[in-house]
């Protein structure tokens, strides 16, 4: 058996009586916000948005525990919270940015460059991913760190020739898979 509706629950599924209660209310709801806010733009919004909170939670209104108005400004109220604690965190990440120069359209055509010219080592860095962890350890020591590869051997507490082997290895696969997503550039290395 179905509960009967109680209080305001029937306005979320009927639009007449959601007009007819705001109608009622949205002059009272809309001085509510105007004292509280002094932008004409926020207050309309806000005023807007506490009547989509009634419609959400137009079930929770119980007659026995206080008046329309009395439960419409505690949804006002947690609206305009709702705002504040959003405001406030846009502000912070404002607040973050300030003071740092915003990127101008120079900068970046530079950037989209610079991203292109570094496009061969980024294909690298993809190959070196599905190498195993010791093989691009090895690597990385010796590509990145500038080791040579009996430092990197001991580094890697290795020995030298296994060292060597590893690299001869990987850059095998580093070759093939760098011609293989660009097979204009395995022919430029010929």
């Avoid at 137009?58 to 525990?65: I, L």
Wanted: net charge neutral; hydrophobic share 45%; proline share 4%.
């Amino acid at each position: 058996m179905a509960e009967p509706e109680t209080g305001l629950s029937h306005i979320r599924h009927d639009p007449e009586a959601f007009e007819a209660f705001y109608r009622r209310h949205v002059e009272t709801v809309n001085r509510f916000v105007a004292r509280r806010v002094d932008d004409p733009h926020t207050a309309a919004d806000l005023t807007a948005e506490v009547f989509m909170a009634v419609i959400d939670s137009a079930h929770t209104y119980r007659p026995s525990r206080g008046n329309e108005i009395a439960w419409l400004f505690g949804v006002a109220r947690n609206v305009l919270a709702a705002d504040r604690r959003r405001a406030g965190r846009e502000q912070r990440a404002n607040g973050r940015i300030a003071g740092r120069r915003l990127l101008d359209s120079d900068d970046i055509d530079r950037l989209v460059e610079r991203i292109d010219a570094e496009s061969a080592g980024r294909r690298t860095y993809e190959a070196l991913a599905d190498l195993p962890g010791g093989v691009r350890a090895l690597l990385e020591l010796i590509a990145v760190d500038g080791l040579t590869v009996t430092e990197a051997a001991a580094a890697l507490g290795i020995r030298p020739v296994t060292a060597r082997v590893r690299l001869h290895r990987a850059r095998k696969v580093l070759r093939d898979a760098v011609s293989a997503q660009s097979p204009a550039m395995a022919y430029a290395e010929e």
